[in-house]
């Protein structure tokens, strides 16, 4: 079971960014993708963006242009850079991999 610890979340007005770092524990982190979700009050938890062994990326529609997601697999972190910020961006944002799922991280975007 690999172990993931997300920071940087916090309050931000519109407009502003926020980094997302995610560390991993374990020796397996370079096998699978690694995500990274949100899930807003009242709302189902939503894929943000993917990142693949060989750094290949997804994110959804709402977040094309704006955040970016890396990995450094030296250093088995995974970060979101979010710019653009919009209220509706806040939600808890959760790190995933295979099975395992972090602890979340509150973004809240608001003036």
């Known amino acids: 079971q690999v172990q993931l610890v997300e920071s940087g979340g916090g309050l931000v007005p519109p407009g502003g960014s926020l980094r997302l770092s995610c560390a991993a524990s374990g020796s397996i982190f370079s096998f699978f993708p690694m995500g990274w979700y949100r899930q807003a009050p009242g709302k189902q938890r939503e894929l943000v963006a993917l990142?693949?062994?060989?750094?290949?990326?997804t994110y959804a529609d709402s977040v094309k242009g704006r955040f970016t997601i890396s990995r450094d697999n030296a250093k088995n972190t995974v970060y979101l850079q979010m710019n653009g910020l919009k209220p509706e961006d806040t939600a808890v944002y959760y790190c995933?991999?295979?099975?395992?799922w972090g602890q979340g991280t509150l973004v809240t975007v608001s003036s």
């Open positions: 995933n991999y295979g099975t395992s």
């Open positions: 990142i693949t062994t060989g750094s290949g990326t």
